[in-house]
């Protein structure tokens, strides 16, 4: 959830030019993508700023822990995509979808993860279900 | 919490008249009714083309849990209410609280349903209760 | 949750011949529903006894919660139930359990109201509802 | 969570002129403060005015929580905000930040207490530990 | 969850030859995997057995959830094991962990996805990592 | 919830003939805090020793985390708490509150502590407070 700066492997992705299409269907349930990515990157130097021992190294540690090891980064990033899910939380659902839409999981491996979260977690997961297919649908527009 | 169309019993309540009714009165806590429905029905239709089986029956089976059995429809509402509500989740909130005005459920019994959440929830589902409240007014609005 | 001295409908359930026969089927999955009332009854007493007021205000008021009002006792004992059950807390499941058997709720009413539980909450809630069954069926023997 | 009208000692950050230099640096999260207390007070006025007894004596009985014993003020508001935190309520955390500003409690202090919340709940309460110290910039910057 | 016969690839582990070399480490924190096993198919057959048709699809599509799809079988059980271990549920980590030693998931692709979970979840997820370890180890000795 | 070897000032409570009047009134539900201790450390050794890095941070942090700054590790230890009562986690308030025994927090401020617990979680939390009292009582018993 903290990282500053993957590196990015659909540059494309975030072209003016994609962000345009994206505006031609306006997203409705909240913050849009940009908007969340601003907000998040000024915070996160705000609260890193601060020195905080514990929190700055917290975020560090979050960084390490999808990176490849005994599973690879594509796997690691579902499995924080489902936690995220099962536990409701909308910035993190967005946060984890990016990154797969960088990994280049596909729309079905998506589908199938959120599916087991929908089954684990159940119908209270719903609303929080739409806003992340709404979420992917707008990576794949930015991805064209 | 997937129902595409309950049959509705007020549709007075979704007349345009009442709409401009409920306008005089801004909506201040985010989401209107009609975007709230608006989104949830373009995207239940997103996630329903999909064609994801596990995801597709437990949207079906949603919709039979709360069919009248040993219990009466109205009370079946009741409880999905207060799952939502001690789970938090506004959205779900705000559907079974439409369905409630649909089966006529009194204030009286949507406070003590909210009542039971509360002390059951603490404090932490105060602003949900809030929310929660606004909203039954909201629809109290529109039925007249 | 805090209710001392419900009055019991059914004493016959607690009576000590009927203890003996839910000792010919062990409980298997933790603490017995005798030892469960003693212990709940022996802190209780003890919180109680500490004179905090806000606790002791706390427990008394909800024991009001689920007096009757616009709703019966029965329908807010299921509102509890199903509160408890997608929060997960079994002991709370039991409690509510062991009043609805008081107040001769039917086994398929209660079924009903676990499923409602059990959709909302997922899969996750599935141990919860095996012991939630397992108590219900332990209350019928006792009341036989 | 509820008071409605807590002691002020600083009443100079809630004057018009503090509004301005806040709007001088518009809130992106969501709710502003202002809008936050508006809605907070209009339906805690319509809840209250409802009359039912366990949720009127459960806001009385909030208020009484906070309020100095063994432990002093101060203490008990981080209590509150660090259960806020970890339990993810924005609203919840918004209250109790207020409430630690008026009680003069340091930054230091504010992001020592928000360090626990995130070891305890992990990375999940980033997006919250986010928004809770774009709040609590905002408050510094009213009482300025 | 739900899966009453899953094929057991590796039924060596459940030779009672090595249930004894488990019981020369005797289990500390609570049920035995015997007797989690034991309570499971009795009280899923009790469940089942009623015929409420919202729980029993409900089982059913459970089971349809972690079946091979667009991601393999091993990749939704491990979604499956962090779901759960973010939700904090020993009983669904322990039904995972078995099902992933079944599916011969090595310890340290274990270990990698467990460390998601406690990032994610935090601190609170200790306990739970605990007996998951345990549990993990506790299945080992049963395969050897 | 992870330091293997906190300084005990008050060692007296944990010597073998106070742990004999701790047996005189046995303790009912579930690990004594003797087992509990006996696991963790078990545990905590076999995690550690796996070499896992993300883990193993984490441990280390999570230690950093109630050391003294701009608040004293009192007041870190009641947030621990409350933190993890509202979380519902019986062994993380059994290991805070035996934290809060060694820095000789006073039964008043643990009851008033775990009553703002109480009022932020709700009724869901007594049978947690419940055994948060027991503990409680029996560190009280052991450090005569």
Request: aromatic share 10%; proline share 0%; charged share 20%.
């Given at each position: 959830m903290t990282r500053k700066n993957p590196k990015r492997k659909r540059t494309k992705a975030l072209s003016s030019s994609s962000v345009e299409s994206r505006d031609a269907k306006p997203h409705e349930h909240g913050t849009s993508l940009e908007e969340f990515r601003h907000f998040r990157e000024r915070l996160n130097a705000e609260i890193l700023g601060e020195g905080n021992l514990v929190i700055n190294r917290f975020f560090a540690l979050d960084t390490r822990t999808?990176?490849?090891?005994?599973?690879?980064v594509r796997t690691k990033e579902l499995l924080g995509l489902v936690a995220s899910l099962v536990l409701r939380c909308d910035d993190c659902v967005t946060y984890h979808l990016t990154r797969c839409a960088e990994e280049r999981v596909s729309r079905a491996e998506i589908f199938e993860s959120l599916s087991i979260g929908l089954i684990v977690g159940?119908?209270?997961?719903i609303p929080h279900l739409r806003r992340a297919v709404d979420r992917w649908s707008e990576l794949e527009r930015l991805a064209r």
């Open positions: 999808y990176e490849a090891g005994a599973l690879d159940g119908s209270i997961v």
